[in-house]
């Protein structure tokens, strides 16, 4: 008898356990400041209701690395629903209308009318494995249209986390940083409009989601102190999700933004703001390849 409940603990350990993850780096307990293992992450972030992943966005390894982390938090308990920030309303049909099929469709980006501004090469695979999954893949962003109304008129924000004017003052100077200060100052309260909207969105989207619930999102969005997570206690939630920040070697990451970090290695620098240079205007719903660094 003993033998047979030794033979069945090892079976259990074994389907608990997680393939080791496809990219090489650190992963900091913000809290504690103490090096955790991937599999001791993967242990805490299943007993979360909700978790934000932040990412760099033009990064292939954090689209590996999210693609693991759905596949290794599965193994742990049943998953109630993916977010995403680059699926948007007007898609949820078409992502709802894929899942039903038997099999995925040949040009799965044009089903989806996916948006040529994300990359497909590396958000397909997370797309494709989602789609294949029980769980409902979720639009968690604002349609054009709604940006375009939210650029012309902004609505009031509700919340005295994101009203306050340190957040504010921050997103201001990132967003004048990632337009590479090519923006006139008179369209800054326009965009930031936009962000936060954008957030109060997600934070809305994530809250309403069946649990537990993932989102992935740019690492602006995601940060504790400035995006989703403040929207998420303004909208009444009794406690903020789990921020987890997918972030470069020498980027600076403190508990104040995320609980956990996972470094990963640098990708050689591009001169966006060049590229940025030969363009004139920004129309509100188009970002450069921003890629989300976190100062």
């Not at 990219?23 to 293992?37: E, F, K, M, P, Y």
């Not at 965009?191 to 309403?208: G, I, Y």
């Not at 508990?255 to 030969?278: F, G, H, N």
Request: net charge neutral; charged share 20%.
């Amino acid at each position: 008898m003993r033998l047979i409940l030794i033979l069945a603990l090892s079976v259990l350990t074994a389907c608990q356990s997680t393939a080791p993850p496809p990219v090489d780096g650190q992963i900091l307990d913000l809290h504690s400041g103490r090096a955790i293992t991937p599999q001791a992450l993967i242990e805490r972030l299943a007993r979360a209701p909700r978790v934000v992943v932040g990412e760099q966005h033009d990064n292939p390894d954090h689209h590996a690395l999210q693609l693991w982390l759905l596949q290794a938090l599965a193994a742990q308990r049943a998953q109630g629903s993916l977010l995403l920030e680059m699926l948007t309303p007007h898609q949820q049909p078409r992502v709802d209308a894929v899942r039903q099929l038997p099999a995925l469709p040949t040009d799965l980006p044009g089903a989806l009318d996916w948006s040529p501004g994300w990359d497909w090469s590396l958000y397909g695979p997370v797309v494709e494995f989602a789609l294949t999954q029980r769980y409902p893949l979720l639009a968690a962003n604002l349609d054009a249209a709604e940006i375009q109304r939210v650029y012309r008129q902004a609505p009031d924000l509700r919340g005295a986390r994101a009203n306050a004017a340190s957040v504010k003052d921050q997103l201001l100077e990132q967003i004048r940083q990632s337009h590479c200060g090519l923006l006139p100052e008179s369209q800054m309260p326009a965009m930031l409009a936009v962000q936060q909207q954008r957030d109060r969105r997600m934070a809305e989207r994530l809250l309403a989601a069946p649990l537990p619930a993932l989102l992935f999102a740019g690492a602006w969005h995601g940060r504790k102190d400035v995006g989703v997570p403040l929207h998420v206690l303004d909208l009444g939630a009794s406690e903020a999700p789990i921020v987890l920040m997918l972030a470069e070697e020498g980027s600076e990451m403190t508990s104040v933004m995320a609980d956990y970090v996972w470094y990963t290695k640098a990708t050689p620098p591009q001169d966006y703001c060049a590229q940025m240079r030969e363009h004139s205007a920004f129309p509100p719903d188009k970002k450069r390849p921003d890629k989300s660094r976190v100062k």
